[in-house]
Antibody
């Protein structure tokens, strides 16, 4: 069974940093692209970033480019999101998601999410 | 790039619900759909326009042509009540629609 378990969320002051982790199990982690998606409670889903299977290629939403860094450790089956210079508008539940099969981009498995609150 | 969904759709149990997702030349891209129930993570219900992941009931189907992708839920059940999001890839970024709340009553 595919499992994705996020951790590392919490309360941080504006301008601060957090590192989110996503522990993967039940599949060959190193074979899959991975993504981070966030959601302000009560509102819609917003893609944040993705990374290819060996970590050599990454992409970011314009709203986080230059502040967030996605990475992975295939030996530890873990995905990361380093978030710096955090802003109030980064407050959200952050999900890691596995890139699905087929053409186009879809997310076929999601974690339970970790909540990030940016507030003084 | 933007994807537009109706905020809400209502359907009676046993009837067919259709949820639309509009975007410029969306038919030239691949669309997918997610179901999200309160307090839960999203679940992929349709990918690559019309394919169903393993475990998704045949009642869920999808199509994509022109500027509109459509999620169709046949024989709607109370358990289908949820938020539904469309999503597409626009060459450099992943875009989600704003979501549609499906009410089954």
């Amino acid at each position: 069974e595919v499992q994705l378990v996020e951790s590392g969320g919490g309360l941080v002051q504006p301008g601060g940093s957090l590192r989110l982790s996503c522990a993967a199990s039940g599949f060959t982690f190193s074979s899959y692209w991975m993504h981070w998606v966030r959601q302000v409670p009560g509102t819609g889903l917003v893609w944040v970033s993705h990374i290819n299977n060996d970590g050599s290629d990454t992409k970011y939403a314009d709203t986080v480019k230059g502040r967030f860094t996605i990475s992975r450790d295939n030996a530890k089956n873990t995905l990361y999101l380093q978030m710096n210079s955090l802003r109030a508008e980064d407050t959200a539940v952050y999900y890691c998601a596995r890139h699905g099969s087929g053409s186009g981009i879809s997310f076929d498995s999601w974690g339970q999410g970790t909540r990030v609150t940016v507030s003084s | 790039y933007e994807l537009t969904q109706p905020p809400s759709v209502s359907v009676s149990p046993g009837q067919t619900a259709s949820i639309t997702c509009s975007g410029d030349k969306l038919g030239d891209k691949y669309a997918c759909w997610y179901q999200q129930k309160p307090g839960q993570s999203p679940v992929l219900v349709i990918y690559q326009d019309s394919k169903r992941p393993s475990g998704i009931p045949e009642r869920f189907s999808g199509s994509n042509s022109g500027n509109t992708a459509t999620l169709t839920i046949s024989w709607a059940q109370p358990m289908d009540e949820a938020d539904y999001y469309c999503q597409a890839w626009d060459s450099t970024t992943v875009v989600f629609g704003g979501g549609t709340k499906l009410t089954v009553l």
